[in-house]
């Protein structure tokens, strides 16, 4: 059973701090890691996707992978209320199904 | 581009009845994924189809079933509704690998059934 963890939170930041999100997943041979961002009410949004180790950086937004400890995150710099929001960590083993395993999602709340 | 599109947007049904969803995918994207996401479960994978065959499919009883047109648009079925089966129903397209683990989702259709 392939699975997906994430602190539910919330996890409550000020604006202009740096918010890190934290997902582990199980299974060793995962290959694709995606962060979704998903506002109250509306679809998830793919913001950030990251196949190797190390940081991949776009705008405000670094994920961080670390494949021998089954981990990766997801930092954001100088917050600001809009990113508020549930923040799915996603992820696909190798072997073709291309079907991510999906975390239940950290909420985020960026405060003034 | 056009996205993913959903309808509808909202339904209420009662037990025992059945309900169909519909998606069109962005247009060029040949694999339609389907989605069940409740608070208490998060995102649950429901089946995708690729080429108007089902490829892959979640932990899902066979009340729920869809299909794809040749024009990649999707449909889902739910029979026998169940008080557990209200959720957001949410589908998601992709371009096929590698582009295919990224997924474009729907608006969503919101299911509630009394």
């Known amino acids: 059973q392939k699975e997906v963890e994430q602190n539910s939170g919330p996890l409550s930041v000020p604006e202009g701090a740096i918010a890190s999100l934290n997902c582990t997943y199980s299974?060793?041979?995962?290959?694709?890691f995606f962060w979704y961002r998903q506002y109250s009410g509306k679809s998830p949004e793919l913001i950030m996707s990251?196949?190797?180790?190390g940081d991949k950086e776009d705008g405000r937004f670094t994920a961080q992978l670390n494949k021998a400890s089954q981990y990766v995150s997801l930092l954001i710099r100088d917050s600001q209320p809009s990113d508020s929001a549930t923040y799915l960590c996603?992820?696909?083993?190798?072997?073709?199904?291309?079907?991510?395993?999906f975390g239940r999602g950290t909420s985020l709340i960026v405060h003034p | 581009k056009a996205g993913v599109t959903q309808t509808p947007r909202y339904l209420i049904k009662t037990r025992g009845q059945q309900v169909t969803l519909s998606c069109s995918p962005i247009?060029?994207?040949?694999?339609v994924s389907w989605y069940q996401q409740t608070p208490g479960q998060g995102l649950q994978f429901l089946f995708e189809?690729?080429?108007?065959?089902?490829?892959n499919k979640g932990n899902f009883p066979g009340r729920f079933s869809g299909r794809q047109f040749s024009n990649s648009r999707s449909e889902m079925n739910v029979s026998t509704l169940e008080l557990g089966d209200s959720a957001l129903y949410l589908c998601?397209?992709?371009?096929?690998?590698?582009?295919?683990?990224?997924?474009?989702f729907g608006s969503g259709t919101q299911l509630s059934v009394l």
């Open positions: 998601a397209s992709s371009g096929g690998p590698p582009a295919g683990e990224k997924l474009f």
């Open positions: 299974d060793r041979v995962s290959q694709s």
């Open positions: 990251i196949y190797s180790n």
């Open positions: 996603a992820v696909t083993a190798s072997g073709g199904s291309y079907i991510p395993t």
């Open positions: 247009s060029g994207h040949r694999s």
């Open positions: 189809y690729f080429s108007e065959t089902q490829r």
